[in-house]
Each structure stands twice: as structure tokens, then as C-alpha cells.
């Protein structure tokens, strides 16, 4: 995992699960995705108990110790952060673990957790926009989204203004440019794909969950090495949008602000009555542009693709070949699938002798049964003090059941003491 981390989006979402054996627990699960955009699991450990910041902190702890690259310095200069982000569902104890074992590292947060949490605020209504909230650059579409959150619940907008802006809207991209890339990872969905991927692995007892794990992760490297083998040259889907792109920036204009200063303004033409025309100041030395997506998907946006296209005169096959980060090329998926995990066979393992399997005690079908105790009140012995009265001679000491007028003999004035 040393060298596989080298060649992933350095993004890494965490999630835990439950398992569904009768020994309980909970899976922790660390997740990346390759330049193809497919799932790739890093790690994983099995807890006893819930989900809690111990078993987090634990859990990155031995991350950190065995993955270097983590906490490595980010290439780029302007970037304030370790070279990978965290992202995750908000829980407190992960929250609180990734601030201690990774306090220079980006944490970000999903949205449609956000959304989730905001919608028992405010309504459905809220849940809509918060997504757009985590990835428009647009300071213009930011505004409107928060407009429309205010007029739908206060107490909604007051929840996500509470969370830091840095770690969830896209805007805080723009406006403070030292902040990592983000690849377009704005939910935790790699994590619930993980989950689903290893379900079946969850039912059995905590060592056949890890050998069905690694496994199912041999298995997986195996299938996507075929099927990517010997291909070269950036991925489809995004070879797709750079064609798009292409297309697209036909009517564009690009001037230039500074003479050999190497920052243009790009003037975008309207493709509709309902689009207007805007305009974009690209940086092409930082690889920088105002609308936000150059420097957060390291490939480059459709402004920077009209200043090649218009100024450069590139072709678009020499950009898609000089332009875009390995991030999203064959080469770097091949090479992250070159090497296995190395199988362990259960039946060469002994017992320690030390470790045993839980006591588990089954349930018996049914409604438990009801034990009542009958105790006598400590004050039996003394009448006059007692709290006990009877309804039927209004005496103290003895209740209507112990009552000697019951069965209509005795002396009821006897002196029970």
C-alpha cells in the first residue's frame, strides 16, 4: 500500500460498519479512488465495540505509521496542507481522532451527510441545496443557495453556518487558494461502495470477515488488471469531457492582462436566452482560473482549454497528452494494479491458545418471564411505624391480602407484632 498510494487521487474517505455476526463489531474501513475513478480499499480493522474515537484514533494511528506518503509535504507550494485530505461523515469521535494523529492534514465533510442533518433542520427543501453549496465556486450561485436556505428555515441556515466554511463549500476554494485539491470528492460514496463491496465478508466470525476481505480486494485487483491492461493514455471518461469541453469553447474569447505575465481574461460566450455571458481571469503558470475547477481536478477547465486552443494553438490530442495530471492516465492505473495482496491460507494458522471466541449466550424465544419477589417491609415488627396500611381496617403494619378480617374470623385488633 506504500508504493499503491503514490498512484491514487490523494483523497481518502473514512467509514466504519457494522458486522452482522453473532460476535457483533464494527468494521473500519480507509478508501481511494484510481485514476479510473474505481474503488480501491487501503486498509481495514475490526473493533468490538461501537464506533468511537478510540477505536478511530487506533485505527489511524496504524495508518500513519505504515503509509508515509499521508503526511508528506504537498508538490504544489501554495497548498498549506500534507499532501492527502481526509473526508468523512462528521462523526465526533472521527472528527476528534483526525485532529489528533492528523493535525496538518484537510478534513472536509460529506454533503450528503451535511444534507441529511440539515434536512431535520429545515426540510427536504434545505437537503437540495447543500450539495450545490459544496461544488459551485460561483460566489454569485453561493449567494442565491444561502438566500433560498433563509427563506425556507433560519434554524437550518444557522446549522450550516455553524461548520467551519473550509471544510465543505466550495467557495472557500476560491477564496483561499492554500487548500488541497479535492479531485471533485465531496461525498463519502467510495466509503458506502466499500461497505456494499464487502457485505458479504460481514457475516461470518471476525477472522473469516478478514480472509473474505482480502479476498474479495485480490479478486477485484485481478478483474480490473484485465481489464485495463494495455491501455495507455488518459481514462475515458475523461478523454469525454475534455472533448466536450473542446467543443464547446469555440466562441470564446481570450485576452491577455499582462504582457508575458501569463494571466489571461476569458470571456465566455451564452450558449441560451437563460445563460449569460461570463468571464474568467486564468492563470497559467499557477494553472489557476476563477471558476475553480483547473486547480481543484488538476486537469485543465474549459477557459484554460480555449487559451490553448486560441492562443497556443494546441491541438486537442496535445493537450489531453501535456496538460492533464496522471491522476487520470492508464499508466498510473496499470501500475497501481501491477502488484497483489498476497493470500493467506487459514488452515496453516494454529490456535495460540491465549485467544478465545466470545461467550455468546443465545436468547430464548419469547417474553422473559417475570420473577416477582415478595419482600415484608422492614417496619413488620413494629406496626406503629410502618408505611403499610390496610384498606380494609385501616391499620398500619399489614396490607388487605395479610388482613385478618378477610376471611371474615379472627381478631382484627391483634397486635402483629
Known sequence: MKRAMRLVRPVMSLDSAHLKSKWGGTLYVASVKSAC???????????NENEDEAGWLWFLELLRSTIDILVMDHPRARVAYKYFSFISDRQKGLVNALQRVFPDNHPC????????NAETKGGKKIAKLVHSLSTTFSGYESRRCWAAIEQVSSKGRSY?????????QGTAWIENPSLPPRFGI?????SESANS??????????LDCIDQILSIMLE????????????????DEMRGILEKRWNNCAGFQVWELLENGGIFRVCRTSRGPTEPERSYVLNIREQTCECGKWQDHEVPCIDAIAYYKKIEKQTLQYIIDNHVSGQYKFETVN????DNIMPVCLETISADGITLPPNVVKRRSGSPKKVRLRKRTRFAHDPQKSNIRCSRCKKTGHNVRTCLRRDGGGNADLDLS
Open 37 to 47: 475513478n474505481e474503488i480501491y480499499p487501503v486498509g481495514f480493522a475490526i473493533m
Open 109 to 116: 465533510f460529506c454533503s450528503v451527510h451535511l444534507a441529511r
Open 160 to 168: 450550516l453556518e455553524g461548520i467551519p466554511k473550509k471544510q465543505w
Open 186 to 190: 465531496v461525498t463519502t460514496n467510495m
Open 197 to 206: 463491496m464487502l457485505e458479504k465478508a460481514r457475516t461470518g466470525s471476525w
Open 220 to 235: 477485484r485487483i485481478c478483474t480490473l488488471r484485465e481489464k485495463h491492461r494495455c491501455r495507455s493514455g488518459v481514462v
Open 335 to 338: 501500475e497501481l494494479l501491477k
